[in-house]
């Protein structure tokens, strides 16, 4: 039998969803919407179905391209294309970071100087404007007609829409979803339900235990009348004016208005009902005009011919604002069968319904989605708190110009690891990463600048934008590690412990490297999901026969632990990371540094490569790891953080001698990257096998069984791989999601990258066609400016690995 379906809400997902789902086969789908069908009220209803495609995040970018071709197909989409304005210079520079975007994600894209953008829309004032990005794929959807579209291409495989039905809770037994119960006091059963209530869903959860984190955010919109420059047959791009947080569009002869840079009007869902009650929908709030002001005087200057015409209707809309902008998608882990997909655009709705249906008939999507991902967020990031500031910060910074490296500016220092006040004492510039202080350099190490220069090191200037965020200090440390050692906090790194009698067995079946070792190993191994793609990369430590250390990625890696633990309670999974701390002692000095204090001999032959081993330093209980992403000798030493401090001192009163040094993650990433090291979520995820990302050595077929093994035996040879390119130009810097251009054709995409103190130049990691290969010439675009670069082998320091194994 197949499974029975319920979807919660016939807003734009939930058709979407309904359409995908029984698209794959499973027919048994019944919708419900607490409105009409199907202008439900929801935020879909009076969305103005503006889709700009190109974003930062390719994925995202993807999750619009799909969406966009099928409301084509369905039409209900008017391919008018999308003008981005600039008014500024930064602004200027940043259109044309947005059309490396665009290029690298596969969008057509290209700038255009004043005259133009009036060409495309003679609204346009063309003083007041330095250019514009034309992508003219981009348009308008018809959102409630998509809906209907889609719905009754579901109905027609047999699904079901219910108007006026309210779910007001979900059934389960035994941590499974059973049915819904309606306000009528109907059951429904099902096997699966899926949350697409928009803006209400964050309510929903909360009834079965689950934290959506979203806010129902007011955005205001307004219609003009009738503009008389306008006959109302054009088909001007949809418009935005981003330096004023500002967006258009054209009704006949009317011009629509959104609004983005008003105070931040989170909703209180209490409340909801009474404070639009006035209101046609539950998501229209009553227009608040004296914050509108700014945005019709910005209008006019931009679009004088507004002048002639005025706002005629207004209302300020609600829709879902998360703390870090991307959807919630994703099945609750003690829920099974409870699914959502919430705060999704109707830009992104259809691909977000074509990936979630894979995911929930197939176990599995072919696009990468830990960006969306329900259980991304850290513990703390889950607290009402911080899904509300960071969700408002999110509303605030819409439209902002936000470079890549830059960081929450609150909230700050929730997580903070032991040594804090000696990196603060040391000068430490700190970034924020999963709620975590982590030094990016130390100003204590700026006199280090004119000794390594003096032994050849060279330390190019920086533009602006690649200077921000940063300073080259960072170069002297990372040159000091090779020369000499340095301390890096690695606290961050998510730790787990996995225990219990079926931990090794546990363990072989989910990773592709052999971690059933003696106990005393490390190895370096695999997740991979069911489609063999790379879901994450780990160390695996066998302390004891019965208990690994694992050192891994992130909150999804737990989630996907847990959801694998075996039932019978032979294994125990412990995230350790909080009350631990952790310090890489790494550079050729490391041995002489730490020998003095420790019992037990740290020779290569006493305590190899990839081996860890509990001992003491000083009076301090310590794991140390032989372990090195910086790719030097050394170790990981571990802690329990009540001992952080005191670790910290030891280590650097040993060092002192050696001219030890703290170093932070601009250094920390430039060594890695010299090493060939991956980073994942960031050079490779699940879209990528491990053959393709350049981690084939850490797959061991031999093993009889592990997750993802049957697909890698009968895979292609990857199209596409991951390579190291060395800029040419010393001064030149890459920062990440460039387009990467072979022959003059857009052939791939940047993924990290960094400034070599070793070689001298920035290196940086892309995906390109396979038969693209060292030796090769690329040239990648940056800005305004496009440089020219080489494949290399990999890895560019080091390949011998003469200076780890030692
Ligand atoms: P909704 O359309 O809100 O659907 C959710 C449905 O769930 C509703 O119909 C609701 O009635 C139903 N529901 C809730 N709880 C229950 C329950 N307990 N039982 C039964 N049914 C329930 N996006 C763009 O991409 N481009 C734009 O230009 C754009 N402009 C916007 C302008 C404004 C003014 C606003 C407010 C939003 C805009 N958006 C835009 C955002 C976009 O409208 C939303 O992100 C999108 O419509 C959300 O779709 P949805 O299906 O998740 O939610
Ligand atoms: N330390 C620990 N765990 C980690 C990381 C870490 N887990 C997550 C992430 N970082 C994993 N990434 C890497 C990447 C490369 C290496 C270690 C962790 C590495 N690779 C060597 C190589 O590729 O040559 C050795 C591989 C091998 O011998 O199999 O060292 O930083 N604890």
Known sequence: MQPRVVIIGAGIVGTALADEITRLGWTEVTVLDRGPLFRTGGSTSHAPGLVFQTNSSKTMAELARYTVEKFGALDAFDTVGGLEVATTPERWTELHRRRGWAQAWGIEAEILDPAACVELHPMLDADRILGGLHTPTDGLAAAVRAAERQADAAADRGARFIGYCEVVEVLSAHGRVTGVRTRDGQELPADIVVSAAGFWGAELGRGVGLTVPLVPMAHQFVKTGAVPALDGDERLPILRHQDADLYYRTFGDRIGIGYYGHTPRPVDMENLLRDTAGEAMPSMLPFTPAEFEPAWAASLELLPALGDTAIDEAFDGIFSFTPDGFPILGEHRDLAGFWVAEAVWVTHSAGVARAVARWIVDGSTDIDLHEADLYRFEEAARSPEFIRRTSVQAFVEVYDIIHP???????????????????????????????????????????LMDEVAAQGVAFPERDSWSGAFYSPISIAEAAWTRTHVAMFDMTPLTRYEVSGAGAAAFLQELTTNDVAKKPGSVTYTLLLDANGGVRSDLTVARLEENLFQVGANGPLDFDWFTRHLPGDGSVALRDITGGTCCVGVWGPSAREMVQPVCPDNLSHKGFGYFKAKRTYLGSIPVTMMRVSYVGELGWEIYTSAEHGAALWDLLWEAGREHRVIAAGRIAFNSLRIEKGYRSWGTDMTTEHTPEAAGLGFAVRMSKPEFLGKKVLESAEPPGRVLRTVMLDDPAAVVLGKEPVFVNGEVAGYVTSAGYSATVGRTLCYAWLPAPVGPGDEVEISYLTERFTGRVRTEPVVDPEMARIRR
């Open 405 to 447: 490296h830059q960081y929450r500016s609150e909230p700050r220092d929730v997580r903070t690891s032991p040594f804090h006040a000696r990196q603060r004492e040391l000068g430490a510039f700190f970034y924020e990463g999963a709620l975590w202080e982590r030094p990016a350099w130390y100003e204590a190490n700026a006199p």
